[in-house]
């Protein structure tokens, strides 16, 4: 939707004439959610029809093979640690006042002023459908370069479009706190020279995600991981433990973390799993 609004602004005068389009936040909410929130209950469906059982909690391991959740204990032959990735800690004050991914594709309404804190492909995508729905945008990013991971040449075009739709792109930022008073946001950073302090209605945390299996009790299985998460052979088992396998963000070694590396992940541990003829993502 934000493309097609910033198609219209950049095409007028070129023989489309549409100056007032603009992106309707609450509507394109409303729109969002008619499609992400039948996908839970499908699913189950699916996996009932299939003969998976569904159990709803959050699961960690009590033994080699076997995962509790609440008060059922599952034993496989196997175990699959897809547990995906959470927001890291940032371990500044006032860190609580931040808002999450999820909750901002979540918000009925956009407040005005808006903080991004970290400068990755979430921070610019949630940016530019801000910027179109009328907010005031302003991305803080840590290093010297946004987008760390991607090509310098293409960074520095999206950037430069950033900063034509009017969103602020600050590099050499770090926030050290976030403070609320009564309805406003105080977000405290410092350049290398010098502490400053922005105001804001929503501050996002767009600051890295980590992979989520601090609460697995990994070590209860004798399950190696490293910081980037489950440490795994090039079959995606674990190198500690032949009886489980990993894929997705929660894998140490996935590369990029998006939706179609743990797809293909996915496909992998479950074709080395019934098929038994291990196949590695390279292949
Ligand atoms: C805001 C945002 C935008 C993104 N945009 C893109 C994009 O445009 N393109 C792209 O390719 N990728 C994108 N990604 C990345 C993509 O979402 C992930 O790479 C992908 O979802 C990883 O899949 P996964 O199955 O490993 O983990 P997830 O999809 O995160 O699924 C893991 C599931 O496990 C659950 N879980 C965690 N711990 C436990 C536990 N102990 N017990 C039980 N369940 C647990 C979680 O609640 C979650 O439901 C985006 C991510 C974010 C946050």
Redesign the pocket.
């Known amino acids: 939707m934000a493309e097609l609004v910033d198609w219209s602004r950049r095409t007028q005068g070129k023989g489309v004439s549409a100056p007032s389009l603009t992106l309707n936040w609450s509507d394109l909410i409303h729109f969002k959610r008619t499609f992400t929130d039948p996908v839970p209950k499908r699913t189950e469906q699916g996996f009932a029809q299939a003969g998976i059982t569904m159990h709803h ?4 391991f009590v033994d080699r093979t076997s995962v509790q ?1 609440d008060q059922d204990i599952l034993v496989g032959r196997h175990v699959v640690i ?6 890291a800690t940032l371990g500044i004050p006032g860190e609580e006042y931040l808002t999450t ?2 909750q ?2 979540d918000l009925d309404t956009l407040p005005r002023r808006i903080v991004f804190v970290g400068g990755g ?2 921070a610019f ?2 940016a530019h459908i801000a910027a179109h729905a009328g907010a005031q945008v302003q991305v803080l990013h840590r290093g010297s370069q946004p987008l760390e991971k991607f090509d310098p040449d293409l960074v520095s075009l999206l950037v430069q479009a950033t900063q034509e739709l009017g969103v602020e792109v600050h590099v050499k930022r770090a926030v050290t706190a976030i403070e609320r008073q009564q309805d406003r946001l105080l977000v405290h950073a410092r350049t290398e020279e010098q502490q400053y302090t922005i105001e804001a209605d929503l501050i996002v945390h767009a600051a890295g ?1 980590v992979p ?2 601090d ?2 009790d990994l070590e209860v299985a004798d399950v190696a991981r490293e910081q980037a998460g489950v440490s795994v052979n090039d079959y995606l088992q674990s190198v500690t433990n032949p009886a489980v396998y990993a ?5 140490g070694s996935s590369g ?8 293909m ?2 496909g992998i541990v479950a074709k080395n799993l019934l098929e038994g003829q291990p196949t590695h993502p390279e292949l």
């Open positions: 909690g959050r699961a960690h959740v897809a547990t995906g990735a959470r927001h991914s999820t901002f594709l492909y979430i995508e949630f995600r989520e299996i609460d697995l894929a997705g963000d929660a894998v990029f973390p998006l939706t179609p590396v743990a797809g992940q996915a």
